[in-house]
Nanobody, 122 residues
């Protein structure tokens, strides 16, 4: 089992920044991919970003490319999502997840955090 706890969400004005953290505990997941997704009420969970715990390859949705940066600290078993130049349309609940079947779809992931709310005001 892997437990994931997100933190760092909040309310920010458009153009501002937030850094989300995803702290993992439990079994080793050195072969896993860590992903960030977001969801707004009435819509499907949307891919934001992903990376492998072992490689430096990073993947981003077009809507966040150039504004968001995913990173991880293997020693701390923590992944991060640095979000800059935030827009009102970035408002959502953000989830981190780990899995080993792919990158871009919720079904690729086995373990999920509880989510953290990000609200961007205009």
């Amino acid at each position: 089992q892997v437990q994931l706890v997100e933190s760092g969400g909040g309310l920010v004005q458009a153009g501002g920044s937030l850094r989300l953290s995803c702290a993992a505990s439990g079994r080793t997941f050195s072969t896993y991919v860590v992903g960030w997704f977001r969801q707004v009420p009435g819509k499907e969970r949307e891919f934001v970003s992903a990376m492998s715990w072992r490689s430096s390859s990073r993947y981003y949705a077009d809507s966040v490319k150039g504004r968001f940066t995913i990173s991880r600290d293997n020693a701390l078993k923590t992944a991060y999502l640095q979000m800059n130049s935030l827009k009102p349309e970035d408002t959502a609940v953000y989830y981190c997840a780990v899995g080993d079947r792919g990158r871009y779809y919720p079904n690729d992931y086995d373990y999920w955090g509880q989510g953290t709310q990000v609200t961007v005001s205009s």
